[in-house]
């Protein structure tokens, strides 16, 4: 169901229950009818703003947690742990070319996002290339493809990450499944993210069968 849907059966429900109310009421006074309808009213005006600006509140309520002393990422050895935030959502402290940027971390996105401001506080150069079409919770988008040196979350660090860039994230910034799965595993327990590094391959030696000697 999309946003737009949604927002009409809350609005539809606020009618039904306005009609419902004016006639299970065998006297309704126009200030009473006023009422009703400025406060559901404001409930829509409300329930409109947070869906389309849910995730921005989102980081506005995982910095104010953290200002308060709610440490939501934590590093054990080489696992990073991340709490989930009050939103409902993990946000990760995120070095990208050495800026840290809080981002949200989104298994649902292809592949990662970061506004044009982050873009250039980290001197990440969008290619000179037509813009690609990325899909997101707010419809179709134009981004420019480009690739950051070096992304890290704590002692979590990889090279060459492809990413995208566009004017219409606003300040959101978004670690995607490019990222994620260039980790040993990542899961959920306990309302936490852990996020587990790759080991390094083994370096396999080729021995080479020995010959009889002559």
């Not at 899909?135 to 179709?140: F, L, M, Q, R, V």
């Amino acid at each position: 169901m999309t946003d737009d849907r949604i927002i009409q059966l809350i609005l539809l429900l606020g009618a039904l229950m306005l009609a419902l109310r004016a006639l299970s009421a065998q006297r309704i006074s126009l200030r009473g009818l006023l009422q009703t309808v400025l406060l559901w009213g404001i409930i829509g005006v409300t329930m409109v703003i947070v869906l389309y600006h849910r995730q921005e509140l989102g980081g506005l309520l995982a910095r104010a947690s953290e200002k308060l002393g709610y440490e939501q990422q934590s590093v054990v050895g080489d696992t990073v742990r991340i709490k989930m935030s009050p939103d409902g959502h993990f946000w990760a402290r995120v070095q990208i070319n050495g800026v840290e940027r809080r981002m949200l971390v989104d298994s649902g996105a292809t592949i990662t996002a970061i506004s044009r401001d982050t873009a250039e506080a980290a001197d990440v150069k969008p290619a000179l290339a037509p813009p690609v079409l990325i899909e997101t919770a707010n419809g179709t988008v134009q981004a420019q493809s480009a690739r950051a040196e070096e992304v890290a979350i704590g002692p979590l660090s990889t090279q060459d990450l492809p990413l995208v860039v566009g004017e219409s994230f606003g300040d959101l910034d978004v670690l995607g499944m490019n990222f994620l799965s260039r980790l040993k595993s990542w899961r959920v327990e306990d309302r936490t993210l852990i996020l587990e590094p790759r080991k390094q391959a083994e370096a396999q030696l080729v021995i080479p069968r020995s010959r009889d000697r002559e």
